[in-house]
Structures are given as C-alpha cells and as structure tokens.
C-alpha cells in the first residue's frame, strides 16, 4: 500500500476594484395580467430613457431576473371569519448595469436613476472587470503553498515527495466584490451631479485546493 502525504494549499491576494454594479429591481402589481405587463415595460422604457440622456444605451441594461407571480392577502370578513382574496399579479424585473469604475461616470448614472419616474430600488458593488486573470492567479498560489508545505513536511520527515496522486478542489464561486458599502438617499443621488472622489476597498480574496502526493 502507498504512503501519501495530503496537504491543503490556500491563495490569498487582493486586487483594486475596477468594475461597477449597478442593481436594480422594479416591481409592479395589478389585478389585470395584460396590464400588469404593460406597466413592467413602461417601468423599464422609463429605466431606458432616463439612462439615456447620460448615455448609456438601452442593451447595456441587463436583465438577470424576471418573475411573475400571484398575491393574495388574507382578509376577515364581517362575522371575523378569514378569507384569501387575489390582489394581482406581482411582476419582479432585476436589471444590471456595469461599467468601468469612473466617479464622474457613476454620478451620471446615480442621479439618472433616481430622477427616473420608475423609481428601482438601487444596490451598488465594486468588483474587477477581468476575473478570470485573478481566479487563475489565485489557484497558482493556492498549488505553490500546498506543494511547498508538502516539501518542508517530507524534509522534516526524512521521506522524499513522490508523484501526484489526486487533487481536491470545490470549483466554488470565489466572492470577488470590495467590502466597500457605498450607499446614497434618493436625494442625494438627485444632487450627485459632480463626482465624488473616493477609492473602493481592494477585493480580498481566498481560495483552497487540496493534494494528495506519494511519499518515499
């Protein structure tokens, strides 16, 4: 039976926030389905429109989420008895905006956004534009800890590394958004004609892989 020696490597870097994600979801609730469509694409014309005059173009708003649902509401009647009653079709839109971080580019589209008569509720991430390039460096690091670890444990052991046996690794989603909380009343976003000067936190980012070698 082989010996083996298994070490978990972990990767750490940072990297600076380039990228900017705007969130939006609008909400819309009717009794009559047509309707209640009709006024989700108004919503989303007038989304378009006021985005628009900062220039943006109408594809560059994305849609990551579209749901329809039905909402009822439980009522009593007069002898306190309840009842569910329909109260529409409750239509859910998200929508996202990205762009190259730029403050006099993001007070643009903030204050289009809150002077818009759709009124979305509005979150706001910084995160790099380029993620491929940092996850792949990320996993390079995460192999040279794991195989160093395993060298110095071997040395220590008066064993010799052998070949590589196995390798572990989850493929889970690496979060890389700064921890930056970057959010505005409805007010001031109207008034953020000039751009703030700021710097998002840089993204800090882990990840883990785990090696099996034979051991001599």
């Excluded at 909400?27 to 389905?33: N, T």
């Excluded at 589209?109 to 390039?133: C, H, N, Y």
């Excluded at 792949?136 to 060298?151: C, G, Y």
């Amino acid at each position: 039976m082989k010996r083996t020696i298994t070490v978990t490597g972990q990767g750490k870097a940072s990297a600076t926030a380039d990228y900017v994600v705007l969130s939006m979801s609008l909400e819309v609730l009717h009794k009559e389905y047509e309707l209640a469509m009709e006024m989700a694409g108004r919503q989303l014309a007038l989304l378009q429109d006021s985005l628009s005059t900062v220039g943006f173009e109408k594809d560059e708003l994305k849609t990551t989420s579209f749901r329809m649902n039905t909402e009822y509401e439980s009522v009593t009647d007069g002898a306190g008895n309840y009842q569910t009653v329909f109260k529409g079709y409750l239509i859910s839109h998200n929508i996202k905006l990205a762009f190259d971080f730029d403050t006099a580019r993001l007070a643009e589209a903030l204050s289009a956004i809150a002077g818009s008569p759709s009124e979305p509720r509005l979150s706001i991430a910084f995160t790099v534009k380029d993620q491929t390039e940092i996850k792949d460096n990320l996993l390079r690091i995460a192999s040279d800890t794991a195989r160093r670890k395993a060298q110095i444990l071997c040395e220590a052991s008066a064993v010799t590394l052998g070949d590589l046996q196995s390798i572990n690794y989850s493929w889970g989603e690496v979060n890389l958004y700064s921890k930056t909380d970057f959010n505005l009343g409805e007010r001031s976003m109207v008034m953020m004609k000039a751009a703030l000067e700021f710097v998002p936190e840089d993204i800090e980012i882990e990840d883990t892989v785990t090696f099996v070698w034979e051991i001599k």
